[in-house]
């Protein structure tokens, strides 16, 4: 198969254009999406009369189990995705931890599977009962921004976050929900998809996601980490080896919301989910960093890498001016070159 190459432009319209939309709220599709997903599915592969563009599936309330795929008509990817014309962008439905979750997908024309590009914004690492339309959503033109072309793209709503149901969950909680959408994509697009070929691209608590899918998914061929939130026991160890005049006032709220939710034991559930089996990523990383990032700042990076680094010799650390999850030229050039070599 012809190597593919990762444009440019495209993965820095999607950064920017996931980073921002924490001040755009859900388009009118997506409120349709969320308006729709309650209401009850027909049988299995039964198709609306009144609309032929939405297929669904049976009422099984099972993880993983698809609920109903929306084809949106006439998406605007940008200009610069170079997506050729035919490419379908999709709205999936499906189960996950009792809620309904959405995704979308972008499916280019091929007649040949295609690897799978994840795509994992950031959010919340610790339960919340609330639920978001803003920050850090993935809105259709979020979609239509970040598509790449070469791939099937999936991009996930975790629990709590726009079209999706339920509330915010943990960082846990938003690996299961990608999790469980992979197996519903794999029941929907599946002969579409290259097996044994899916790179993940996390930002900030995403990359938790991406790690943790990397310990137990063996498709997985690289990762790369924009300003990665490192797992729970990582984050509490590192405040707790920084002098606290040199911690972000945020990063020492998070660290105390900790200690007052889950306590100091991290032989604990929560810290046992929510922490990464770091032997167990046994595949190329990309991390990088903001040289500049309060939150996520270089000497966690660090501690990250040298965590990887101990059971996998392909783990590489860069930073580049900015701030949280910089979005720049430079970060566009390290992600394209890690990706198209692996």
Not at 253 to 266: H, K, P, Q, V
Not at 324 to 340: D, G, I, K, M, R
């Amino acid at each position: 198969m012809q190597r593919r190459k990762v444009k440019l432009r495209v993965i820095w319209s999607g950064l920017t254009a996931l980073l921002l939309v924490g001040v755009v709220s859900c388009s009118p599709h997506d409120n349709a999406i969320k308006t729709a997903m309650v209401s009850p599915s027909p049988s299995k592969n039964e198709t609306t009369t009144a609309n032929n563009k939405t297929t669904y599936y049976s009422g099984i309330k099972t993880n993983g189990s698809p609920i109903s795929v929306t084809r949106i008509p006439n998406p605007k990817f940008t200009p610069y995705a170079g997506m050729p014309q035919g490419t379908k962008l999709y709205s999936l439905m499906y189960w996950s931890q009792g809620n309904q979750v959405q995704a979308y997908v972008v499916v280019p024309p091929s007649r040949t599977p295609l690897p799978l590009l994840v795509n994992l914004h950031g959010g919340y690492f610790l339960k919340g009962k609330f639920h978001t339309n803003k920050f850090p959503t993935v809105t259709k033109q979020v979609a239509e921004d970040w598509a790449e072309s070469g791939y099937i793209n999936f991009l996930p709503n975790y629990a709590g976050y726009g079209p999706s149901g339920g509330d915010v969950g943990s960082s846990y909680g938003s690996y299961l929900d990608t999790k469980y959408g992979l197996q519903a994509l794999s029941a929907t697009f599946g002969s579409k998809i290259e097996a044994n070929h899916t790179e993940l691209y996390g930002v900030s608590m995403g990359g938790f996601v991406a790690m943790k899918l990397a310990e137990t998914d063996h498709q997985v061929k690289a990762i790369v980490l924009v300003s990665p939130w490192p797992g729970g026991s990582d984050f509490v160890s590192w405040i707790q080896s920084q002098p606290s005049n040199q911690v972000d006032q945020l990063n020492m709220s998070d660290y105390f919301a900790i200690l007052n939710r889950e306590g100091t034991n991290n032989h604990s559930s929560w810290y046992v989910k929510n922490s990464i089996i770091f032997r167990d990523v046994k595949v190329p990383v990309l991390i990088v960093g903001g040289k500049s990032d309060p939150i996520i700042p270089p000497s966690l990076l660090s501690q990250l890498k040298a965590e990887l680094s101990k059971y996998d010799a392909n783990v590489e650390l860069e930073f580049v001016p900015g701030g949280h999850a910089p979005t720049s030229y430079q970060v566009v050039a390290l992600s394209t070159f890690f990706l198209n070599s692996h």
